[in-house]
């Protein structure tokens, strides 16, 4: 059983990395630089702010295949480094992305990035498997809570609700 959560916890780690990325920001970033007069601030976003969350991802399957190999027991150090450093990188990396590509560091990231640096301190009681949930359960929160925030016009529309709502005049 617990082998099967720890798959299922990859899994949803892995899609809701996924969705963090390609529901809202990358293509807002596509928008935001084709309407730039500086494409070129944008195009180094995506060329070095892309490293953290590439290497994000790189260290999140790491994770995944230790715990894996070791859903039971205790995190050791290499294996609660990746859990933790793997999904805190990707994070980063998207929320400077964002903050690149919208002008500001949503708070799901931040708030997110808060939650996956508190599984260190679960590191010691928790077994691998339940590690790894905890951190899928955090992307999850933080892809959700984005799109709720943000609305259905989040890739259109380009800028914060609160200032897209002023120029409109609707929510």
Request: charged share 10%; aromatic share 10%.
């Amino acid at each position: 059983m617990p082998n099967s959560l720890a798959f299922a916890s990859a899994l949803a780690g892995t899609a809701a990395m996924w969705w963090i990325y390609f529901n809202i920001g990358q293509e807002r970033g596509v928008i935001v630089m084709k309407g730039s007069e500086d494409p070129g601030r944008i195009a180094r976003a995506y060329t070095y702010l892309h490293l953290p969350i590439v290497a994000g991802i790189i260290v999140t399957a790491v994770a995944d295949e230790f715990v894996l190999a070791h859903a039971t027991g205790h995190a050791d150090a290499k294996t609660l480094a990746a859990l933790v450093g793997g999904p805190f990188l990707y994070v980063l990396g998207c929320g400077l992305f964002k903050k690149a590509t919208a002008g500001w560091f949503p708070l799901s990231h931040v708030v997110g990035l808060a939650l996956i640096a508190a599984t260190v301190f679960a590191g010691a009681a928790a077994p691998p498997w339940l590690l790894s949930l905890l951190t899928a359960l955090v992307l999850i929160v933080i892809a959700a809570w984005e799109r709720l925030s943000l609305g259905a016009d989040a890739v259109t529309k380009i800028g914060h609700p609160r200032h897209r709502a002023k120029t409109t005049g609707s929510e």
